[in-house]
């Protein structure tokens, strides 16, 4: 039987996280930079361990405004270097996994600039890193000698190549469950884990829908 894992992002301030968890193996626990708060990270991450789900620190950039979705420049990236270290250092949270929010996720992945601070918090922190294959992803992990772990969206529109569609063109957000469920198994034979995001309404719906789909094609949902 192929595994898979089915992950979402959470802890960013939405009233549908507790729900999310009935369906997921992993949760991305906002770290309270982009959005939420340390508080509303602490308290999801309890109600993780008690149901079994692993744990991600979700790391981003300190933007609120763009809930860390705009990309930094240099000097952005070294303003904010301290709150991101500040994240990577929340061993308190007990976590299993680290994954890059918003715009951290496509800077670390194809802006070699900003590689070298990260490898050394992964480095610090030695757990496996979830990201893109098709990106620096799996070199960071490789050069912080930690395990990298694949990952696919199910409610994200790819182009051609298999990339993630930019917000705002057409087909970028999959916003139908049932849509979701057919993007989740097309993906997931490909990779390790499917990620739903969770700051989206429907949300839920589209995380219940997708697990069935797994299920009911033959997948084990685990986090093993």
Known sequence: MPCIDLAADI???FAWDSDLLEFITTAHVCC??????????ASLSAQCREQGIRISLHIGYPDRESMGRRSASAAEFE????VLEDQFAMTALQP??????????????????????????LSTLGRPLIG?????????????GIPFISE???DRGLDPAGRLLARGNPGA???????????ALRVAPKVQSLCLHGDVAGCVARAASVRHALESAGYEVTNA
């Not at 309270?32 to 990270?41: K, M, R, V």
């Not at 951290?104 to 070298?116: I, M």
């Not at 799996?138 to 050069?143: F, I, N, R, V, Y």
Request: charge should be negative.
């Open 132 to 144: 893109d294959p098709l990106s620096l992803h799996p070199q960071l992990a490789a050069k912080a």
């Open 96 to 121: 299993a996994a680290i994954k890059f929010h918003g715009a951290l996720y496509h800077d670390s992945g194809h802006r070699p600039e900003f590689t070298q601070a990260l490898i050394d918090w």
């Open 11 to 13: 802890g960013e301030g």
């Open 32 to 41: 309270g930079a982009h959005a939420g708060s340390p508080e509303l990270a």
């Open 152 to 154: 696919g969206f199910a």
């Open 79 to 82: 303003e904010w270097s301290k």
């Open 173 to 183: 957000l999959i916003e139908s469950a049932d849509e979701a469920a057919v993007q």
